[in-house]
């Protein structure tokens, strides 16, 4: 019976972190729409989704109860998190659509209850395991739809040969081999998964050049390179201090040369200088974001489909645009000023323990809570990943800083400074 309910729970925890990257169903349920089917893909019924995640929420609630003493001891890890979690359902009571904040609130609620199950179910190491899991089937998936069914698994349209894999559009399967190729990484690091991780990287890398996602392929190129330099903290002083101060100046140099030469160099990449009009989304969006600076439009209200303020920056753009396609601006439209504070000094706290686990331990998977927050980062510059129900980057978000503050040489850490 043991050994029977520990496999219910692997396997539902796997299939969870497959259904939370969004696969499968966006794609299959809206018949292989493309862009320009945008009507197609709003309009679908998509409640056999939701049914979906609310059985996900009510099996992660009854898994967590099981071990609620437990749970409850890794909630007080991190109060910060919980608040800011509370404070966006608390957004219904001064929200600009209150009914959909009270049902967007709940599945984040949902969500984040599942990124908790997995960070008190599974250590560290295990989380790395189930991950290499679930990408290995987003992979098959995603290669052997493109190959068999490829009028699902790549797109037509203004972005003919693209390839999308299991996911709805190419910058979703980009974004998630960006985050699998960042996993394998660590993998290929570690000498007892070492083979299929080289396979996982390799597949990876070739889901996220056909899927022509240029913002994913310039994300995986800095993590590369974060990866690499966090890899250098591990070093002593002697060499590490003079290696990180060339990178610094490289980097500096190039951020300057990249002020200086910001459209040429866009344009060399094949980007237009806008980011695909991202720009002026950005700054119509923060035109917004000043009318209700301190406690935003409440919870997932700004860009719902009748939204009359996200309707005049639609019209601008000409488009249905979904989000304003940057983590903080949509944290700010939806939670204002007092939530993405509370937020960001909770990932700022968890980026300082996740160092000083990295600078005190030697093995590959303690690198992986500082990459992931570097992939986080960055995928929030043009996309939106922050607080997104139904996510898995906000579910891996949520497990990332409860194994950080719940590990025991975090704690072993904290009490010798305290010492010191």
Known sequence: ????????????????????????????????????????????DYSIVLLVYKLIYIITF??????????????????LICLVIIYSAASVLWSFDPQITFTRSTALVGTSLFGLYFATRYSLE?????????????????????????KYGIMAGIHTGAWRGIYIHKNVLGKMMALSSSLFLIGVNDKQHRIPSYLG??????????????????????????????????WQYELMIPVLIAVLFIGMSGLLFFTEHPDSLLI????????????????????????????????????????????????????????AHNGLLDLCLDIGIFGV???????????????????????????????????MILANITETTLMVRNDLFWVIFIAVVFSVLSHPETKRITSTSKII
């Open 341 to 375: 504070v509370i937020l960001l000094i909770d990932i700022f706290r968890t980026s300082f323990q996740a160092f000083r686990l990295l600078r005190n331990t030697s093995l590959a998977i303690y690198i992986w809570p500082l990459l992931f927050l570097s992939n």
């Open 268 to 323: 060399s990449v094949g980007k237009d200088p806008t980011l695909t009009g991202r720009t002026d989304l950005w700054l119509w969006a923060l035109d917004d974001i000043l009318k209700r600076p301190w406690l935003g439009y409440g919870y997932g209200a700004f860009w719902q489909d009748l939204s009359i303020k996200a309707a005049s920056i639609r019209y601008a753009a000409g488009w249905h645009v979904p989000s």
């Open 201 to 234: 990287l390799s597949l990876s890398i070739i889901l996220l050049v056909f899927s022509k996602s240029s913002s994913a392929i310039g994300a995986f190129f800095f993590l590369v390179i974060i990866f690499l330099i966090l890899k250098v903290f591990r």
């Open 62 to 79: 009854i898994l967590l109860s099981l071990r609620w003493k437990k749970v409850i001891h890794t909630l007080k890890k991190d109060k």
């Open 126 to 150: 295990d989380q790395l395991k189930n991950l290499f899991l679930a990408f290995g089937l987003v992979i098959f998936f995603s290669f052997f739809t493109a190959i068999f069914l490829p």
């Open 1 to 44: 019976m043991k050994r029977f309910f520990i496999s219910f729970e692997k396997l539902f925890t796997v299939i969870s972190i497959v259904i939370y990257s969004g696969g499968f169903f966006k794609l299959v349920l809206s018949n292989g729409a493309n862009e320009e089917d945008l009507g197609i893909v709003q309009n679908n």
